[in-house]
């Protein structure tokens, strides 16, 4: 057993990425790290016009619905290999 803990703010080199918009693609796993990642994204003002969200889960890209990103792809099926081959 273990403890998921979320993280409190980007490490300053994602924050980096991200601010000079050089992240394109973002995986997503859970919903959980959707709303995780939310949080931070909101709290450090990221524009998310330019980056795609790749979901493994219809579930996932629901909770990005009414969320600016570029576009947000769904897995075909809910394995790693399928949310990579959307890269």
Do not use: M, W
Not at 1 to 18: G, M, T, V, W
Not at 26 to 55: E, M
Not at 58 to 64: D, F, R, S, V
């Amino acid at each position: 057993c273990y403890d998921a803990i979320a993280q409190k703010d980007f490490s300053p080199d994602a924050l980096e990425s991200l601010q000079e918009k050089s992240i394109s693609h973002i995986p997503l796993y859970s919903v959980r790290s959707f709303k995780i990642l939310n949080q931070l994204l909101v709290k450090n003002k990221i524009d998310l016009k330019g980056i795609k969200l790749l979901a493994l889960s219809e579930e996932i890209a629901q909770h990005a619905e009414g969320f600016d990103f570029k576009e947000v792809l769904i897995a075909r099926t809910p394995i790693h290999q399928a949310l990579i081959n959307l890269l």
